[in-house]
Structure formats: structure tokens, C-alpha cells
């Protein structure tokens, strides 16, 4: 916990204290939004239960989700629980929409997982856990939907173990299950909760643990213990010695455990019929970390990289923020969501981009509930608000005081993976299609646009068909532009698989001053440039391409070398054989010569292009596609016809089991033979079967097909 200043009002402190920050993160149809639902209710944030199968849910506020039943954006709300603050964030849970997932988790300090009591641990759940993982967040976990047909309360426990090495130690453990779930039982008081159905699960009371359930309570009360006993040494001292052990010194021990994420308390009940919200909003207030109990943050000094910089949860430290969400907004233009870390900002104040380098002035300060505004006078650190008047910034971004300035580290997104030709309809609609492509990449990294010099043609990549889909279909609910849109084509990328030496030599001489750039270098895999560390001080490394400057004595003037880096950098984006982007390649550069007049850094960019391009060629160049990770459910008797369906798109069966909802079948499919699945797999299985995809790793194409994919390019 963070040292703060005896200036600051302790009223803020405590306010800070009684703020948690939170995400509710799970696979798609876990039930999230209804558990959002259901907090929101219950906290008096809204006075009527949204549902998401009848398109009302607050959080889904959007058309699009609404008509799909489905979370597209994070929305972010707040709700008072027990003088309590919960900003909340919740997040989609389908695979085209993770970037949500992944700028949501970098500025929260808690988070709740969802998992369905009868799908368990599902491949979105596993990818939401890594994400969360890598940005050390603490939580909690909620098996949701436990009066489901084929609940299983311990099967999720057992897939948390093996699927995400988590260490989830129930907290409760059911009464009852399927229709017959009925409460659960409190393993921290060792008494059973029965939920009041008249109150809409508002009333419960407490009871004595059923018989059948006794032994049960006990075994995982002891296993509880054991789990936090290293945590509290006068806890372990009393479980020793065989003491009793009091409800105040479990809580805090859970407490501990959790905020060092040694363990991951877990909770059940049903949100939809109400059963097990408010002992969860008890928790997250018990357990998940206010700001005060996260670390400080780390960031750069803007101006000199090499110095490093911290920022502690303090409202008398400098103001330090991170934009994680861009949203444009009919109403007040550019919406900017932001985390504070530290200090305060008042509406119509200055701040530093510090990743672009330009002041800007804070227009309005926006409390946000779903898509409703509030103006505010004032953020602090711990503070999750919305900016308006922010002109030039994009998602990661990091806002700072103007006189101490600091570079936080900036969220990474996966490129896409899929794209679309787009072209107006008309021409009065062309102005306006541009205007939305660029406001909707502001808004989502993941989504890129980009226009062909050459043909005029315009694409759009993203990370599925269904984000494709939302995007158009926004574009022409929001920006009523109607467009015409090609067929999905993948996003295919190209690499070398041999290292070798090369020469370039660019001349050219058309009176008065010529242009003269000689370059030797190495070019190869990535890998072959291993024995490089990273970092080196002579090694540039950037998204799939590392640069090592081996040039001494001057052979090459170092102020040529950067253009040298980018002009190979540049080339990279215009492919190799078929012009897609190359990547996973290496560079290094070891000799060359210059001309005293007719050397220019530009000329030397264009050199490393030209080089780039007739070394590449050489050196066994390779078509590599995206692979997906591909999970089916189908009842048993449709499995052979699946399987065999799989194998005829060049998949790779993987593991296969069974859960309550049928058999599982796992693989690993290219993504261009995945189009039209969905239609294909519900002819297969009669509507029966379902299936989930996410991005697993870029492979190298079969010869035959790379070839019809380089002809096709031509």
C-alpha cells in the first residue's frame, strides 16, 4: 500500500479506501450482463431487471447488442453498495471483440469471472484468465446459472485447476442443483443461505447445513483454511494448535490471499433468478483491491526513455491517466474514457499527451452509466471518468501533468486477422464513408483501414466476421452511409525461412546532385538473430521485425542508420511475393559506404527498400495464414460428420471430451476455411451444434495453396 501525504483530506482517503474498480470478464453466454444486471438492481443503480434475451439490458445499450443478445462494447457504470463506490466494466465475451477485454483489464484493479455451471471453463473464459493474468489483476470467480439442467458446481472448480492453473477455493458450496438449487452454503460462518423467491432473491435466510451436506462443508472449510493459513501467521498458528478461528480473521486472510492472487475465492448462485448477487457485491467490497492497494505504476520519462518513472495511488502526486476506450458520441463529439492513477484534474484544465507530445485542454468531465452522462467538477487518482474536448488521441494514450510529464506503458493489440473490400454506394455517400471509417479506428485498435494507391480500393481488416459485420452495420445506422462490401479475405502474412548476405548499391545520377547509398547486411528469420539481446543498445526490436546496427567507424554515418531501419521497416509492409505484409524477419547491418555529396537519409531509406525487396526474394520466402483455435459442442450422434467436416478444411483434431452439453471437439483450422461455418455446422447437426473461434497463431501455407493465393495476388 502506497505511503500518502498527511495533507491530503482524510475524507478523500476514505473515499479512495471505498472505491473498487472492477470488471466482469467470461465467455460469451456466461451471463454476465444479467450478473451486471442484477448489481445494478440491487444497488438501487436501476429499478427495473434488463434482460438481455428481451433486448433491455442497461449495459447492452447499443442496437446491435440488443437485437444479438450479445455484449459488443465495454460499458462502464458505478453503483453505491454498502457506502461503497463500484465503478464497473462489462466487458463482451465474444472472441471479435477481446480488445474490450484487454484495455478494460489494463486500468482495472479487480476483477469477476463468470463461468456457466454447466459449460464450465470455455475457450473465451481461457483467453479473458491469460489477459488478466498478464496484467496481475486479483479475483474472484462466480459460477453463474447453477439451476441450469446439468449444473456441476465442482466440474468448473476441477477445469479452473486444469485449464487455467488457477487456484479457486470455494468460499460456498451449493445446496441442491439443477432445478433443486435452492441457496448455498457459507463455508466462512459454516451456515446455509435459502434465497426468498417472492423478493426477487432481495431476502434470504439463514439456516442450519443440511445433513446430506455436513461432511462435505467441513472438508472444503478445512481445504479453505489451509489455502489461507499462509497468508496470516496467527491464523496458521491457531489452525496448528487446532483454535478456534474467528470469522474476522478468515476474511482478512481471504482478503490477503486474494489481493497476492495466491488463491481465487469463489461464489455461486444464479443471477437470473436472482439467487447470490449481493453476497458477491459483500465480497468484492471484502476482497478485490480499493486503489490504495495497488501498486504504483510504472511508465518512462517521455524526453529520455532510458529514465524510468513512478506514479503511487496519491492524489498530491502529479496527475498521471491512461485513455483506454474512444467512443464517438452523436451528442458531444469525442468521448474519451481514462483511468486516473494519481493526483487530480479539473474539468477545463491543460494536460500533456505524453504519446503524442501535444497539450490539450479538458473540456467536460463525464461520470458515465452505460450510455447516460453526468458532469463533474473534478477527478482523482482511482477515478474512472469521461473526457470531452480531447482533440488528437488514440486508445493508450497517456494523459499527464504538464510539468511532470510520464510516458505509462501502453496496451498492445493483436492485429487483425480478416478483411473486407468497402466502396460507397453512391458518391454523396463517399465523404461520409471516410469519415466513419476513421472515427470508428479511432475507436477500436483492433480495426484497421486502409486505401490501395495503386486501385483506390478501400479495406477494412478486423478480428472476425462478426466484427466486420458490426462495423458495417454501424456505419450505417450511425453514420447512415451505405456501402457495398466484398467478400471476407483473409489476412495472409509473409516470411523468409533462410539467412543470407546481400549488397545494394543505389545510384543515381540526374545533374547536379546525385543520390549514393552501399549497404552489406544479413537478412533472415528472427530467430537466426537470437544470439542479440534485445537489449543491446546497437538491437532495435519492433512488432515482428529486429534491426542490428553493426556498422563502426563511420563506414555509414550514424544519422542514416534510423532511415536505414525504417526504409526496411516500410518495405516490409509491401510483402515479399504476394504484398502482404512480411514479418519474424532480422537484419543486420555490417558494413557499407557513403558518398560526401550525394548521401542523404533518403537516400539510404530508399536503398534498404529496394534491398529489402531483391534479398527477400532470395532467401526462400514463405506464405504463412492465420490458424484458429476452434472448440465445437455437438451431441454425440453428429460427432463423425463434424469430425469429418473438420478434416476436409485442413484442421487438425485436437483433444476431444465430453460435458453435460454434449461432446467437445477441439482443432486447429486455418481461418480461410472457416467462412460460413455457422451455416455449414447447422445443416451438419440440425441446429444442434455450437461452436467458438479465437486467433491461435499464423502458419506456413502448403505449397499448392500458397501458389493460388501468389496467382490470385498477380
Known amino acids: 500500500m502506497s505511503e500518502v501525504t498527511t495533507k491530503v483530506d482524510p475524507k478523500i482517503i476514505d473515499r479512495m ?10 465467455h ?31 449495459m447492452d445499450w447499443m442496437e446491435q447488442e440488443q437485437e444479438r443478445g450479445i455484449t459488443i462494447q465495454s460499458a462502464a457504470t458505478h453503483c453505491i453498495w454498502k457506502d461503497h463506490r ?17 484495455r478494460s483489464l489494463r486500468v482495472l484493479d479487480g476483477a469477476i469471472g463468470v463461468f456457466c455451471s454447466v459449460g464450465a471453463v470455455q475457450p473465451q473464459s481461457e483467453t479473458v484468465w491469460r489477459q488478466a493474468n498478464k496484467y496481475k489483476v486479483p479475483r474472484m470467480a462466480f459460477v453463474n446459472k447453477m439451476d441450469r439442467t446439468g449444473a456441476d458446481f465442482y466440474n468448473v472448480i476441477k477445469q479452473m485447476r486444469d485449464k487455467l492453473n488457477a487456484n479457486p477455493i470455494p468460499i460456498q458450496i451449493p445446496i441442491g442443483a439443477e432445478e433443486d438449487f435452492r441457496g ?31 461432511e462435505k462443508a467441513e472438508e472444503y472449510h478445512k481445504i479453505m483454511i489451509e489455502s489461507i493459513a499462509d497468508h496470516d501467521d496467527g491464523l496458521m498458528e491457531k489452525y496448528l494448535m487446532e483454535e478456534d478461528i474467528s470469522v474476522e480473521e478468515i476474511e482478512r486472510a481471504i482478503r490477503q490471499a486474494t489481493l497476492a492472487r495466491d488463491i481465487t475465492p469463489v461464489l455461486c448462485g444464479t443471477a437470473l433468478k ?67 492513477y494519481s493526483g487530480t484534474l479539473e474539468k477545463g484544465s491543460y494536460i500533456l499527451n505524453a504519446t503524442t507530445g501535444r497539450k490539450e485542454r479538458i473540456g467536460r468531465l463525464l461520470e458515465m452509466h452505460a450510455n447516460d452522462k453526468k458532469d463533474i467538477d473534478i477527478v482523482r487518482a482511482g477515478d474512472i471518468a469521461a ?28 492485429e487483425p486477422v480478416i478483411k473486407l473490400a468497402v466502396e460507397p454506394k453512391s458518391k454523396a455517400d463517399a465523404d461520409k464513408l471516410t469519415n466513419g471509417l476513421v472515427k470508428l479506428a479511432e475507436e477500436d485498435p483492433t480495426f484497421q483501414v486502409k486505401t490501395d494507391d495503386e486501385t483506390g480500393q478501400t479495406t477494412i481488416a478486423g478480428m472476425g466476421e462478426l466484427h466486420l459485420e458490426i462495423i458495417v452495420d454501424r456505419l450505417k445506422r450511425e453514420f447512415k452511409v451505405e456501402a457495398n462490401v466484398g467478400a471476407p479475405q483473409v489476412a495472409y502474412r509473409e516470411t523468409i525461412s533462410k539467412p543470407l548476405t546481400h549488397r545494394e548499391i543505389y545510384k543515381k545520377q540526374t545533374g547536379g546532385r546525385g543520390k549514393f547509398a552501399d549497404m552489406e547486411f544479413e537478412i533472415g528469420p528472427i530467430e537466426h538473430f537470437e544470439q542479440f539481446a534485445d537489449d543491446d543498445k546497437k538491437v532495435t526490436l519492433s512488432e515482428g521485425f529486429k534491426f542490428v546496427n553493426e556498422i563502426t567507424g563511420g563506414d555509414i554515418p550514424k544519422e542514416f542508420i534510423p532511415s536505414i531501419e525504417k526504409g526496411f521497416r516500410e518495405a516490409m509492409q509491401s510483402g515479399i511475393q504476394a504484398n502482404y505484409a512480411a514479418q519474424n524477419i532480422g537484419v543486420r547491418l555490417y558494413d557499407g559506404s557513403y558518398h560526401d555529396v550525394d548521401s542523404d537519409a533518403f537516400s539510404f531509406e530508399l536503398c534498404a527498400r529496394i534491398a529489402f525487396r531483391n534479398s527477400a526474394r532470395k532467401a526462400s520466402p514463405k506464405l504463412l495464414e492465420p490458424i484458429m483455435d476452434v472448440e465445437i459442442t455437438t451431441p454425440e450422434e453428429y460427432m463423425g460428420d463434424v469430425i469429418g467436416d473438420i478434416n476436409g478444411r485442413r484442421g487438425i483434431i485436437g483433444k476431444m471430451d465430453n460435458n453435460p452439453e454434449g461432446s467437445v471437439v477441439r482443432a486447429k483450422v486455418p481461418l480461410s476455411e472457416m467462412f460460413g461455418y455457422s451455416t455449414d455446422l447447422r445443416s451438419l447437426s440440425q441446429g444442434r451444434a455450437a461452436y467458438s473461434m479465437e486467433f491461435a497463431e499464423y502458419a506456413e501455407v502448403p505449397e499448392s495453396k500458397a501458389l493460388e493465393i501468389i496467382e490470385e495476388q498477380k
Open 274 to 340: 436472482n439467487k447470490g448477487v449481493q453476497i458477491l457485491l459483500d465480497k468484492v467490497i471484502d476482497y478485490l483491491p480499493s486503489p490504495l492497494d495497488v501498486e504504483a505504476v510504472n511508465g518512462l520519462d517521455p524526453d529520455d526513455n532510458e529514465v524510468k518513472l513512478t506514479r503511487a495511488p496519491d492524489v498530491n502526486a502529479p496527475f498521471s491517466a491512461l485513455a483506454f476506450k474512444i467512443m464517438s458520441d452523436t451528442y458531444v463529439g469525442k468521448l474519451v474514457f481514462f483511468r486516473v
Open 184 to 214: 448455498v452454503v457459507d463455508l466462512i460462518e459454516m451456515k446455509g443461505i435459502i434465497w426468498d423467491d417472492e423478493s426477487l432473491g432481495a431476502k434470504y435466510e439463514e439456516v442450519e447445513i443440511p445433513e446430506e451436506l455436513r
Open 86 to 102: 463500484i465503478n464497473i466494466i462489462d466487458t463482451p465475451g465474444h472472441v471479435d471483440f477481446t480488445v474490450e477485454v484487454e
Open 17 to 26: 479506501k471505498r472505491t473498487r474498480n472492477i470488471g466482469i470478464m467470461a
Open 28 to 58: 460469451i453466454d456466461a451471463g454476465k450482463t444479467t450478473v451486471t444486471e442484477r448489481v445494478l438492481f440491487y444497488t438501487g443503480r436501476s429499478h427495473r431487471m434488463g434482460e438481455v434475451h428481451d433486448g433491455a439490458a442497461t
Open 387 to 414: 473526457a470531452v474536448g480531447v482533440k488528437e488521441v488514440r486508445t493508450g494514450d497517456t494523459f499527464c501533468d504538464v510539468d511532470s510529464p510520464i510516458l505509462l506503458e501502453q496496451i498492445t493489440f493483436p
